[in-house]
């Protein structure tokens, strides 16, 4: 696997848009959540925007920051 490359800076000179940064996901204790490979599960706990432990039944995952295949239910 190749590890994915740093997003490009803006040039202020560029006529194109700055691109819009997504805001933070953020999960609480027991929310309910969806991961695109996993399934449907609930946050066992949180370590400080770091990871997530996540229960999706046959498994416990710890899922590194950023979230972006997990979606809050």
């Keep these: ?14 006529p194109f848009k700055a691109p819009v940064a997504s805001p933070v996901k ?11 490979q996993f399934g449907l599960g609930r946050v066992l706990q949180v370590e400080d925007q770091v990871a997530l432990l996540v229960d999706f039944g046959a498994t416990q995952v710890r899922v590194a920051s950023p979230y972006t295949r997990l979606h809050k239910l």
């Design 1 to 14: 696997m190749t590890k994915p490359s740093a997003p490009r800076r803006h040039l202020s000179t560029s």
């Design 26 to 36: 953020e999960f609480a204790l027991g929310d309910r959540v969806s991961h695109d």
